[in-house]
């Protein structure tokens, strides 16, 4: 089992910026890809950013040319940096891994507790 622990979330004004973390730990054998995903309230979880082992990235079109996702990964770690926040990105943000516990287990998908990001406008 692997376990995501996210940081950095909070009240932004419009414009602003925040920068999130969320590091893996426990039964990690290799991580494939990382991602975030939010969702708003009524609303259902969407992709906002994944990226590979590789640093392949992937962006929702919604945050192309705002946010910045990022990895390390010796540390199990993925980022991810949000510029030019707007009031439409208020959401709980998740932090997802796809990863292998061993060389004989099968893909696996782990998400984090979530964390809230408001912007006020």
């Known amino acids: 089992q692997v376990q995501l622990v996210e940081s950095g979330g909070g009240l932004v004004q419009a414009g602003g910026s925040l920068r999130l973390s969320c590091a893996a730990s426990?039964?990690?054998?290799?991580?494939?890809?990382m991602g975030w995903y939010r969702q708003a309230p009524g609303k259902q979880r969407e992709l906002v950013a994944t990226?590979?082992?590789?640093?392949?990235?992937n962006y929702a079109d919604s945050v192309k040319g705002r946010f910045t996702i990022s990895r390390d990964n010796a540390k199990n770690t993925v980022y991810l940096q949000m510029n030019s926040l707007k009031p439409e990105d208020t959401a709980v943000y998740y932090c997802n891994a796809v990863y292998l516990s061993s060389l004989l287990s099968g893909v696996r998908s782990s998400w984090g507790q979530g964390t809230q990001i408001t912007v006020s406008s």
């Open positions: 426990g039964s990690i054998f290799s991580i494939n890809t």
């Open positions: 990226i590979t082992s590789g640093g392949s990235t």
